[in-house]
Every structure is written in structure tokens, then in C-alpha cells.
């Protein structure tokens, strides 16, 4: 499965029922993130990442390959090995996912990456609610330097 045929699929959906329980399995087995909105505070994730973050008026995520990094506030400060983990994420890479609430066009929630991805439209009582997105995880790993260098 690919993040735009898992958008086509999910592209329409209601608010509230964005995507099942079966989806989100099958989308964790094929390595990708789906990425909506939900109420006006919070950033949902589900399939390889399954989670959610506090978005109140909008929010960035940085995400890596291994999953969501968390937010240094976020971080137990007395947990040691939970510091660790935190700069050791932070120092392997990550890239954006900005939310957007209410972004001055048709949605309640937009959300902008330079992660490769694929949209789709979730609506509420058949008006448009959010646009969505799918994309690899593998795909949040930041851009070799090299790669930038060359202008590639």
C-alpha cells in the first residue's frame, strides 16, 4: 500500500470516524503515518506512529524515522535514560509536520511537511473539516547533506 492509495481510501471519510482500527494495522504493516486533525487541540496520528499531540491553535511535530520525537517539556527531566532517549532522537534527524488550525481557507486543520506525501480530505456534515496526510515513515528521515548540497 502506498500513502496515496491509503489517502484515496481515507479521502471523504466523516469526522470522527477518519480511520478504523483495520486501516491503521494495515497501515502500520505497509510503514505508514496517517496524520489528521481532531477537535480544535489536537494532532492525531495513527499506523506506524500511534499517537497524538496537543495542538491548541496549532503545533510542529518532528518526526524521525523511528517515530514522534517528543517535545523537551515532555521529557521527564529526573528519568536519565528518558533524556538520553530524547537527544538521542533529536541529534538523529527529524523533519516538520506543521498543524494549522483554522489556516484562512475551507479546513479547521491543515497540516504542511516537505516529507513526501499524499492528502486527503476528512468533512464534517459533508463540509471540509481537514486535510490530512499520509506518508512513509521511512520518508522522515532529513535529507543527506550531500543530497541538499547538490541542489538534489
Given at each position: 500500500?502506498?500513502?496515496s492509495?491509503?489517502?484515496?481510501?481515507?479521502?471523504?471519510?466523516?469526522?470522527?470516524?477518519?480511520?478504523s482500527?483495520?486501516?491503521?494495522?494495515?497501515?502500520?504493516?505497509?510503514?505508514?503515518?496517517?496524520?489528521?486533525?481532531s477537535?480544535?487541540?489536537?494532532?492525531?496520528?495513527?499506523?506506524?506512529?500511534?499517537?497524538e499531540?496537543?495542538?491548541y491553535d496549532g503545533?510542529t511535530?518532528?518526526?524521525s524515522?523511528?517515530?514522534?520525537?517528543?517535545?523537551?517539556?515532555?521529557v521527564?527531566?529526573?528519568d536519565?535514560?528518558?533524556?538520553?532517549a530524547?537527544f538521542?532522537?533529536?541529534?538523529?534527524?527529524y523533519?516538520?509536520?506543521?498543524?494549522l488550525?483554522?489556516?484562512?481557507e475551507?479546513?479547521s486543520?491543515k497540516?504542511?511537511?516537505?516529507?513526501?506525501?499524499a492528502?486527503?480530505?476528512?468533512?464534517?456534515?459533508g463540509?471540509?473539516?481537514c486535510?490530512?496526510?499520509?506518508?512513509?515513515?521511512?520518508?522522515?528521515?532529513?535529507?543527506?547533506p550531500e543530497?541538499a548540497a547538490?541542489?538534489?
Amino acid at each position: 500500500m502506498t500513502p496515496s492509495e491509503l489517502a484515496a481510501v481515507l479521502n471523504g471519510r466523516e469526522y470522527r470516524t477518519e480511520i478504523s482500527d483495520s486501516e491503521a494495522v494495515l497501515a502500520k504493516a505497509a510503514g505508514l503515518v496517517v496524520v489528521f486533525g481532531s477537535s480544535d487541540d489536537l494532532m492525531e496520528f495513527r499506523g506506524a506512529i500511534d499517537d497524538e499531540l496537543s495542538a491548541y491553535d496549532g503545533t510542529t511535530a518532528r518526526v524521525s524515522p523511528t517515530g514522534l520525537i517528543p517535545s523537551w517539556e515532555s521529557v521527564d527531566k529526573e528519568d536519565e535514560d528518558a533524556a538520553e532517549a530524547y537527544f538521542k532522537a533529536k541529534l538523529g534527524g527529524y523533519r516538520k509536520i506543521e498543524a494549522l488550525w483554522d489556516p484562512g481557507e475551507d479546513y479547521s486543520w491543515k497540516f504542511c511537511t516537505d516529507i513526501p506525501h499524499a492528502t486527503f480530505e476528512i468533512v464534517e456534515d459533508g463540509e471540509p473539516y481537514c486535510r490530512g496526510i499520509v506518508f512513509k515513515l521511512a520518508d522522515a528521515a532529513p535529507p543527506r547533506p550531500e543530497a541538499a548540497a547538490s541542489g538534489s
